[in-house]
């Protein structure tokens, strides 16, 4: 089984339309879907989906985006985790994008991606991400794992409040453990982008990632 696990706060209105295109995607899979609702999200997001579907809604009771993802994890069934953000919308192919690459001696991987509006500077970022680098291996690049791999490594770090997703993927590679990108894109919401623009964005990104990397 695959275990689909969408950390979300205030999503409902990326919810309402990730959700039935997974339904619609998994319908002959044998998959789950877990979304994590952070402990102060305001929104019925829980209500979008029918009782009867293979997604099941929980309420995170401390906050934190890495905090939600690890009790996804501990509840899912699946053998194999997938960390999908409320905001991705991932092609139809990537089941078996993920299947394909963990059946081919990988234990972790994540995709590369494109924006969902096309800009130069937008297609400058999103060509990182299908190269293997320091700034690849983001949550937005949904995340996958074996289950044996994630409970090894005791998932992510709940200290972290921001780059999780990175710090994961660094002691991955630190320990030699072979990960796959896929080529095939998942498309990424550009909204923080058009909210603040490019550059405002850009600065901060690189501003961030570089505390990170000095150690804070």
């Known amino acids: 089984m695959i ?4 950390p979300a706060h205030n999503e409902r209105q990326n919810l309402s339309k ?3 295109s997974l339904l619609a995607n998994t319908s002959k899979v ?4 877990i979304v994590v609702l952070s402990c102060d999200s305001e929104d019925d997001a829980e209500n979008l989906i029918s009782e009867s579907s293979n997604i099941n809604f929980i309420k995170c009771e401390r906050k934190g985006r890495a905090v939600q993802m690890n009790t996804g994890a501990s509840l899912a ?12 919308k991932p092609p139809e192919s990537f089941l078996k994008d993920i299947e394909f690459t963990l059946k081919d001696d990988y234990e972790a991987g994540f995709f590369s991606y494109r924006f969902d509006k096309r800009s130069f500077w937008l297609d400058i970022n999103a060509s990182f991400t299908a190269k293997d680098g320091i700034f690849t291996g983001g949550g937005d690049q949904c995340q996958f794992f074996t289950r044996e791999l994630f409970e090894e490594y ?10 999780e997703d ?3 993927i660094d002691r991955i ?9 896929i080529k095939t894109p998942v498309t990424v919401s550009a909204r923080k982008y058009e909210e ?3 550059l405002k964005v850009s600065l901060i990104n690189g501003y961030v990632f570089l505390l990170y990397k000095l150690g804070a």
């Open 3 to 6: 275990s689909i696990i969408i």
């Open 173 to 181: 590679e630190k320990n030699n453990i072979p990960y796959h990108i």
């Open 77 to 88: 069934s699946g053998s194999i985790l997938v960390f999908l953000h409320a905001d991705v």
């Open 166 to 168: 990175f710090e994961m």
């Open 18 to 20: 990730l959700l039935p």
């Open 30 to 33: 044998d998959v789950e879907v």
């Open 196 to 198: 603040n623009s490019w």
């Open 154 to 163: 005791d998932g992510y770090k709940e200290d972290l409040e921001i780059m």
